[in-house]
């Protein structure tokens, strides 16, 4: 079972890291925004967050993949809420 932290928003932030991790390809916001039914400046602005907590790795300008925690999250063997704290 996930358990977010009350940082994340949800359903963008769990739709995000399950294309990313689905696809297992290193990705641009205008793509996954295209196919998670969002706004590319909306995916832009979570993926910054999903980034600076670990989640994603910007791979080079406008491109993203995937982290270990961010995996280990959509396993459910990583407590987002404990970054809750770091703020």
């Known amino acids: 079972m996930r358990k977010p932290g009350e940082w994340m928003q949800m359903p963008i932030d769990e739709r ?3 294309a990313l991790d689905t696809s297992g390809m290193i990705l641009s916001p205008a793509v ?20 600076e907590q670990g989640f994603v790795t910007r791979v080079e300008r406008g491109y993203y993949e995937i982290a270990d925690r961010g995996s280990e999250y959509l396993s459910g063997d990583f407590d987002a809420s404990a970054l809750d704290d770091e703020e």
């Not at 996954?32 to 980034?51: F, H, P, Q, W």
């Open 16 to 18: 995000i890291l399950e």
């Open 32 to 51: 996954i925004a295209k196919n998670i039914d969002k706004t590319r400046s909306e995916v832009n602005r979570r993926l910054s967050i999903l980034v």
